[in-house]
């Protein structure tokens, strides 16, 4: 019999026992509620000064632009120049920050249905992630569009969710250097986006847990799962391929007429 723990002792369940992971998904799932109320506080702060910014910025472009006019000279259309670029920036930035305020928003079945131009899309959720891989030395290659002007009809920022959460899962799946790419084309009636990740691999318990109502999913699997889950909820189909060194994810839409 194992003696009792002394006050220093650091006991810890069996590697891969169901209280461990449970724990493990505890303490996820609170982290990502705690990041998303801090990171409202940041934006919060960080849409004052942005709006100071820019009010500035337009009182100086005024200002110049009288000056310009009075007084013509080649010093002031450079200044007139970098305040612009300033303007450009601080545009820039608001719509970063709105874009993450919409982001932190909860799916609170306010949503509806409308067309949505899944190309455009599809670069943006490329362009969002594309820092998230290259921390982790994954290569997200330029989006290719072979349907241009693909529209489909969903819910556009559960959609973006859906298509964020397959782009990561994807990329967990990845060894280093791999190189991971978005695709659009046509597909009978259908318009499909195809993510495919080479060399990449998903063991055999993240591909069981996918279909499977496990809590908590393995490392690898919540990603894939939730994303096919919101997919699914705007009318998509999903199909997870994968080989000895490649995963192929299809995500199928009826396309808008």
């Given amino acids: ?24 998904m505890l303490v996820r799932t609170s982290r990502s509620e705690v990041q998303q109320h ?34 013509p000279d080649p010093a002031i ?8 670029t300033l303007e450009a920036e601080v545009g ?43 921390l982790h030395d994954i290569v997200l290659d330029d989006a ?4 241009q002007g693909a529209v489909v009809h969903a819910e556009r920022e559960s959609l973006q969710i859906a298509l964020s959460a397959l782009l990561v899962g ?5 060894r280093p250097d791999a190189h991971v790419g978005l695709r ?30 496990v809590v908590p999913p393995p490392p690898g699997a919540l990603n894939l799962a939730a994303g096919r889950l919101v997919a699914q909820k705007n009318g998509g189909q999903v199909t997870i391929a994968c080989g000895a060194d490649h995963v192929v994810i299809d995500i199928a839409f009826r396309a808008h007429r």
Avoid: K, Y
Wanted: proline share 6%; with cysteine; charged share 25%.
């Fill in 144 to 147: 290719v569009i072979e349907d």
């Fill in 170 to 174: 994807a990329c967990n799946a990845c």
């Fill in 92 to 134: 820039r930035l608001a719509e970063s920050s709105r874009a993450m305020s919409r982001m932190l928003q909860e799916d609170a079945g306010r949503s509806v249905a409308e067309p949505v131009p899944l190309d455009a899309l599809v670069v943006e959720v490329r362009r969002r992630l594309r820092h998230h891989a290259a």
């Fill in 38 to 71: 801090v990171l409202g506080g940041l934006l919060h702060d960080l849409n004052g000064p942005l709006n100071s910014i820019a009010l500035t910025l337009a009182l100086v472009s005024a200002g110049i632009a009288r000056q310009f006019a009075a007084t």
């Fill in 184 to 213: 659009t084309s046509r597909r009978d009636a259908d318009v499909v986006v195809t993510i495919t990740a080479r060399p990449a691999v998903l063991p055999a318990d993240v591909q069981a847990a996918i279909d499977a109502t």
């Fill in 77 to 84: 259309t450079r200044l007139a120049r970098h305040v612009a």
């Fill in 1 to 24: 019999m194992r003696p009792p723990s002394t006050p220093n002792e650091s006991v810890e369940p069996d590697a891969g026992s169901t209280d461990d992971a449970l724990r493990a």
